[in-house]
């Protein structure tokens, strides 16, 4: 314990961090309650010096919305597809890594990419290669097909209509997932194969001196001795997939959505940005604690799912 | 099941590439372990034993020779193939299973005609684990396990599968003193009761020779003596052994034979008939000692230890190896400690005599 009559100075040292977490934390959390509590709050009204009531109107109307509905719905299928999508995927490659010795570092650093890319960046080339318009050799003719299309054509399929003009949602919905759960692999990986290396040698040995078959040394030593490094995989995750949002304008552009199917793919965070954007900060605000809820439960399920299935 | 090792030989490339200098773990090992026994490897850090253990149990391979379990040759053998019972040096125990799972596992993974079904194998397991007297515990975790507590669970796993050979790594080391004294007549109890043949590791020589019906010292991947340890312990074939054997360690001089006459310093201490003058080596254990006022070998007094039934003399003695002499005597000696120097006659069968270079036993008769 410090000394009582040291502890000014522990303050002293403490007070630029303090000042600047309530500045900039903790008074917008607060304000944003405020905020969600006044009915049809304006930022703009406020500043003409409106006046507004209490009440949980602007929760009410944001329950209300069709786009709200749509938003959530695309955020919890975004959540519900990628991240167990993603966690298994980096799973096997994480053990797969682990397990060959040579290249390793190599291949690990080259996974590792994406993390360290721009992620508008890499959807904008994603966004070419599930393309469906591009000029041929000639340049005159625009109606190439982008490099996935071009596999499946090469493999005899039939080319899809992925993001433009006319797509089907379930297709947006394919690219967005493949888009994510590829981005999100390399912090995923590299946490998992951390947490592999991690694991003693001996309960190897052990397994093999039992004779033990290696999808059981995998499913029964593996994967529980993993399970702290998947918990936080998984409940990061969903809470990444909740905040989605870059994503699709990295492949989509503002629009979120086709050209002739604007917002289709837009999500919770989206919709917060549009009501803000449109001087609703009572709303955005009451769409900020919805989400906020949403992910509080959902991290306390997984906790509690975890809790039961994890060894530390 | 008799295991026999037959030039065994482990040599480890070098990690260092630039020296190019590769390790011999374990060199040219040749040995029967008979049915039922229990053996102890005994030698310091980096002599081979772990390696020939492992060697033993098929998690490495060796370099060369053969292992056999009775006539089978399992040199080429794996691990899961042998029929081995491991008890690894920190356990190795599934820390997010039960000990009832952690038991039970060896079984669940038996395929085949070994099939056992849930009753068989909770059968086993509770009689693996009664007899190592974890009945009560088995629904704990590791984690809420003593350290002894964990070494049982560790050997009742091993022991469940009902394994030709136990091999046991340093199976005391993680323990503190009373539980290893303990743990270790539980061992050898243990062993007693399923008479399967155990091998186990240690660099703990009274722990070694406490337990075992022969230890075998090994020093730089070179087996330096086999034999019971009652046997290596009065009739060491070299310097190491005699030094690596006995508490307190055995007391080393520069000494000399001129004449037929041993010399400590400048003191005849016994006859050697027979054996031509030279430079040696002279190991007189502790208990080699006996106070006595014409004694022919002189030493100055330092201090005295008291033990309870024994007293420990502490001397110093020019010629000594060692900075002190430690002789065992018992307490019924009065020593007055007023005096500066104190003399001893020796006992013969506790002096050993060793070429001064090559530090191998010369057997002559000391009388």
Redesign the interface.
């Known amino acids: 314990m410090v000394d009582n009559k040291q502890q000014w100075k522990a303050w002293l040292y403490l007070s630029p961090a303090i000042v600047l977490l309530l500045v900039f934390t903790v008074w917008p959390i607060f304000n944003t309650v405020r905020m969600s509590l006044l009915e049809n709050y304006s930022g703009l009204k406020a500043a003409g010096g409106a006046v507004f009531e209490f009440g949980f109107g602007n929760f009410e109307k944001v329950v209300q919305y069709k786009r709200f509905k749509e938003c959530l719905t695309n955020t919890v299928l975004l959540c519900v597809l990628t991240v167990p999508i993603s966690t298994l995927l980096a799973l096997l490659i994480a053990v797969t890594l682990n397990s060959i010795k040579p290249l390793q570092k190599l291949l690990q650093t080259i996974f590792f990419l994406p993390y360290v890319t721009n992620s508008i960046a890499i959807g904008m080339v994603f966004a070419a290669m599930f393309n469906i318009i591009g000029l041929r050799p000639d340049g005159i003719n625009a109606d190439t097909w982008g490099i996935i299309n071009n596999v499946i054509q090469f493999f005899g399929g039939k080319p899809v209509n992925w993001i433009n003009q006319g797509s089907q949602y379930w297709a947006n919905m394919t690219v967005m997932v493949v888009y994510i759960v590829w981005n999100a692999l390399p912090f995923k990986i590299l946490v998992l194969l951390g947490g592999l290396q991690s694991i ?1 040698k ?2 190897y ?2 397994a ?6 290696r999808r ?1 040394v995998f499913s ?2 593996t994967v ?2 993993l ?1 702290p490094m998947l918990a936080y995989v998984i409940i990061t995750g969903f809470i990444g997939g909740f905040k989605e949002y870059t994503s699709i304008v990295g492949i989509f552009g503002e629009t979120m959505g086709p050209p002739d199917a604007a917002n289709r793919l837009n999500t919770m965070v989206g919709f917060i940005y549009d009501a803000l954007s449109s001087n609703s900060q009572g709303r955005a605000s009451a769409a900020a604690l919805i989400l906020f809820a949403i992910i509080l439960a959902v991290t306390l399920f997984n906790n509690m799912v975890i809790k039961k299935h994890t ?1 530390y | 099941m008799k295991v026999t090792l037959q030039n065994l030989t482990k040599i480890f490339p070098s990690r260092d590439k630039k020296s190019g200098k590769e390790v011999v773990a374990v060199n040219d090992f040749t040995f029967e372990i008979p049915d039922g026994k229990l053996i102890g490897l005994l030698g310091p850090s980096g002599c081979g034993k772990s390696t020939t253990l492992y060697m033993i149990s098929g998690l490495q391979k060796p370099t060369a020779g053969r292992i056999f379990f009775g006539d089978d040759d399992v040199t080429e053998l794996s691990t899961e193939n042998r029929g081995i019972g491991l008890v690894f040096q920190n356990y190795a125990l599934y820390p997010h299973m039960s000990v009832k799972q952690n038991i039970l596992f060896p079984l669940q993974n038996l395929k085949g005609k070994d099939k056992m079904t849930k009753n068989e194998m909770l059968e086993r397991a509770y009689e693996a684990a009664r007899l190592v007297q974890i009945d009560e515990l088995m629904d704990r975790k590791p984690s809420e396990l003593s350290g002894g507590q964990q070494q049982r669970v560790a050997i009742a796993r091993a022991l469940v599968k009902m394994p030709r050979v136990l091999l046991l790594d340093e199976p005391l080391s993680n323990l503190d003193a009373r539980l290893r004294l303990q743990t270790r007549e539980e061992i050898r109890r243990i062993q007693k009761e399923t008479g399967i043949t155990t091998v186990f590791v240690t660099h703990d020589q009274e722990e070694a020779m406490s337990i075992s019906d022969m230890i075998v010292v090994m020093k730089l991947g070179v087996v330096q003596q086999i034999g019971k340890p009652q046997e290596v312990y009065d009739n060491p074939t070299n310097l190491f052994v005699a030094k690596f054997l006995g508490t307190p360690p055995i007391n080393v001089f520069n000494g000399n034979i001129t004449g037929g006459k041993l010399y400590i310093g400048e003191e005849a201490v016994m006859d050697v008939p027979g054996v031509e003058d030279q430079a040696v080596t002279v190991g007189i254990r502790p208990e080699g000692f006996e106070l006595a006022d014409d004694g022919k070998l002189t030493c100055n007094l330092s201090n005295v230890e008291v033990m309870g039934r024994d007293v420990s003399v502490v001397s110093t003695n020019d010629a000594s190896v060692n900075p002190v002499i430690r002789s065992i005597i018992n307490a019924d000696n009065k020593i007055d400690l007023s005096q500066t120097t104190v003399r001893f006659n020796l006992k013969p069968h506790k002096v050993f005599i060793f070429n001064a270079e090559t530090e191998e036993r010369l057997y002559v008769e000391v009388k």
Not at chain 1, 208 to 213: C, L
Request: hydrophobic letters at 20%; zero cysteines; aromatic letters at 6%.
């Open positions: 003693n001996q309960y040995d052990a093999k001196v039992d004779g033990t078959s059981r029964r030593i529980p001795l399970s060894h």
